[in-house]
């Protein structure tokens, strides 16, 4: 078991940026790819990002890249999302998961386990 918690958002205006941070605990967390997924209302649940076991490969949905960084520090158990420039579009709930495989697998259906999620809502 893997446990996931999410921390960092809240409300910001558009431009602005956030952090987010996920918190591990459970089995060994260098052994799992980790990724963040978001979803809004009435939307389903999308690939944002992804980093593999050492952090050294990383992925992004088109929509975020140049503006998001994702991050881990496996000493620490954490996995981190910058998120700069933000638009009203990224509103939504962000969610950390995880996934028990050495490549950076961008499908929900290879993530095993999931945290509850942290809102953020960026205004206009």
């Known amino acids: 078991q893997v446990q996931l918690v999410e921390s960092g958002g809240g409300l910001v205006q558009a431009g602005g940026s956030l952090r987010l941070s996920c918190a591990a605990s459970?089995?060994?967390?260098?052994?799992?790819?980790m990724g963040w997924f978001r979803q809004a209302p009435g939307n389903e649940r999308e690939f944002v990002a992804v980093i593999n076991w050492s952090g050294g490969i990383t992925y992004y949905a088109d929509s975020v890249t140049g503006r998001f960084t994702i991050s881990r520090d496996n000493a620490k158990n954490m996995v981190y999302l910058q998120m700069n420039s933000l638009k009203p579009e990224d509103t939504a709930s962000y969610y950390c998961?995880?996934?028990?495989?050495?490549?950076?697998?961008?499908?929900?259906?290879?993530?095993?386990?999931w945290g509850q999620g942290t809102q953020v809502t960026v205004s206009s």
């Open positions: 998961a995880a996934a028990h495989t050495t490549s950076t697998v961008r499908s929900s259906d290879n993530y095993d386990y």
């Open positions: 459970g089995r060994t967390f260098s052994y799992y790819a």
